[in-house]
């Protein structure tokens, strides 16, 4: 498993030049180059090719990975904490397990990187985990690597697994961690970039790049490519305040909404890209059913959407989050909502993250 192969530096997959459909193909002419033609296609023209990999397949190679590596860098996403912790990577890699919280840059200004980290630490532990450490980074301004550098060249562990759910940000943090002169790997939003296990040396050990694991119930998995990437921030995420009254609705685009039965007051963090839109109760379902384009947060290519209720009663300083997509914070008063979201979709009710702010 473990010896050197002809492999493409991009996503790690095995190249071949027999088949030019399946995954790994170089053209035979470009003997010696180590990208296999989607990514070369998807670095350079930014073509969109879905994954090939089934969920069982990916948790195979993060179960490989874990079991052949000392340590495991397991990268959560605190925007989408809902969406990006895995509870089946966490039973695999605890006893080796560190936690990178990626993508701090684009927390709201307002977040404090000790509060977040003291926030992430006590909701592991309420799941059982015990992370050896906790790493705050931004892989895009390189916030928090070097800390993580030193403790991964004192630790010196022989193989270093990085794991994480897609789009969690696994290979630009294995991008800021290799030396400036090696091959690069691949790195775009869309989803299942990484097909194998890609094996870096690093400071006289390996780093193993992982492919990310399918999340089960988060909103990304109801929209087409093209949607999905407005999920991903680009900037740090809006923070909204909301005074509702008692049967007024906030709709999250065409994505879902929640239906207020109390009057009061909703901090509300997700993506710019989503259109929040405020309207009363008896009007919400049917907007949702039509999505009219003016709303956004889907197309006319993304599957249908089959929608379900859920009650939520909330106390001031809980957040409610929805996988994929953000969550909202109670201030001031509890309330009773009502969410209608895609069926499917994860949903939890806990402290808030951004506690006094």
Known sequence: MWSKISSCTGC????????????????????????????????????????????????????NAISHSQLVLMLIDPIDFAGTLSPELIRLAQGKLAVVLTKMDLLPPIARTQEVVAWCREELSRRGARAQAIFPISSKNGMGISRLSSFLRKRAPSRTAIVGVTNVGKSALLERLLPQAAPKPTISTLAGTTLDLNSRPYHGGHILDTPGLTPEGRMDAHLCPSCQTKLIPSSPISSMLYELDGGEALLFGSLGCLINHNQTVLQVYVPGSIKLHRTNAEKAPALLAEAPRWLGGSCAKCPPKKWEEQEFVLEPLEDLAIAGLGWVSVRRMPTTVQAILPQGIRTQVRSAMLQKR
């Open 12 to 63: 790690g997959i095995k190249l071949q030049s027999e088949s030019p459909n399946s995954p790994g193909f170089i053209p035979s002419q470009t003997e010696g180059k180590s990208l296999c033609k989607r990514c070369y296609r998807l670095t350079h023209y930014g073509e969109l090719a879905p994954t090939p990999l089934s969920r069982e397949a990916e948790l195979k190679l993060a179960k």
